[in-house]
Structures are given as C-alpha cells and as structure tokens.
C-alpha cells in the first residue's frame, strides 16, 4: 500500500469537518475525516493539503503532525499520516468520479464523544479525532 494521509480539519468556531462517505466493502456509509492515498514519491503533507481541499472544499492556514498510525499490521503495510488542520478557508470541493460523500460538521467535543462511544468506527478517525483533542487541550 504506498500509505495515506487523513486530516483532522477544525473550523474556527470549534467544529470539525467529516465526510460520511460510502464504503462499498462494508455496504453502508461511514462517517470518517476526509483521507486520501498518497501519490507515489508524495510528501504526506501535500497529500493532506490536496485531500483537505479535494474532498471538503478548504485549504489550512496550520496544517500540523499528529503522527502516524498502522491500521492492519496483520496482513497490509498501510500506514497513515495524521494530521490537523486549522485557519481554514474555504475553496470549492473537488471530488474524484467514484467519491460519494456529504459534509458535516460536529464540533470537537462532540466528535470525540462519537468518537468514544464507536458511533465513529473508522479506526484512523477516531485515533485521529482523540490525538487533535489531546493537541489541543480538549482531552487527556
């Protein structure tokens, strides 16, 4: 797998901006951050900054490091690159022919509750909406 990158974006006012997106394998819709394959040689934060910008239609001020995360070290070499994104401003979304997402917005304390309760079951959104909350006080 040549690794990801996922975006925690975080709205002025506290919100952050998922995707619930269909997921053909699990036949339904997950809610998710928005996330994307990197290109192959791709820094993982340019990754981040197109996908932010691709699939929720912003561009981040303060794009920061979250880490890393390996999601199934038992049969695939995936690893993601975690990373929140803030000053957002808005630019127009541009998704991919096969992307099938709406937009919505839970502000962080209540994304973490979803997040902790498994109502989030997507494992790099909800390590990634727990380690923005950690980054920013919120939590832990």
């Keep these: 797998h040549p690794g990801a990158a996922a975006i925690v974006p975080i709205t002025a006012a506290g919100d952050v901006i998922l995707v619930r997106q269909s997921r053909h394998a699990l036949g339904r819709y997950l809610l998710e951050i928005p996330a994307g394959k990197l290109s192959p040689g791709e820094d993982p934060a340019a990754c981040a900054a197109r ?4 699939e929720v239609g912003h561009r981040a001020g303060r794009l920061e490091p979250l880490g890393a995360l390996v999601p ?21 979304q541009n998704l991919d022919e096969d992307e099938v997402l709406s937009i919505e917005l839970l502000h962080l304390d209540r994304a ?7 109502e989030i079951d997507d494992s790099k959104s ?15």
Excluded: M, Q, W, Y
């Design 51 to 54: 996908e932010l910008e691709e």
């Design 126 to 140: 909800a390590v990634a909406i727990l380690r923005a909350a950690a980054k920013l006080g919120n939590f832990g």
């Design 72 to 92: 199934a070290p038992g049969f695939a070499d995936e690893v993601i690159h975690l990373f929140l994104a803030s000053d957002l401003a808005a630019t127009a």
């Design 112 to 118: 973490v509750d979803t997040a902790l309760g498994g």
